[in-house]
């Protein structure tokens, strides 16, 4: 592979990751500010307005992890990334499947196969990334 496809498949790595990142900062924002509106559009619809807290949390923590995904990007930590992407594929099959059991339409479902399939392929290209050497 050459100089310039090598250059253009990190570039394109930088960038999944950095959706990736931005997507999770987006999530927790959004939780944030409107608990029952991002429980709907996760596809678990709150039944209690007490029940918000718990959204908060998950906020809270999917915060945590759009900065640790930054950091790790910023630092080009591209096989800790790699590892990242293939390991949270547990977190959008989960919800697929708790949206699914919660009777959401077949969008949000989708959604969140589409989610895995994206960290599927972030996961394939940082690990080309790895392998040609072009990592801190």
Known sequence: MGTNESK??????????LLMAGLQLA???YAFADPAGFS????TELFAAGDSDWIRIYASRTLFIALIIGYLLYRKHFKILAVASLLGIVMPVTDAWLAYQASAGD????KHVVTALFLIITFAILRSVVRRGQSA
């Open 8 to 17: 253009a498949l990190r570039t394109t790595g930088m960038i999944f990751v």
């Open 27 to 29: 999530y927790a924002l």
């Open 40 to 43: 709907l559009l996760r596809g």
């Open 107 to 110: 969008k949000v479902i989708l």
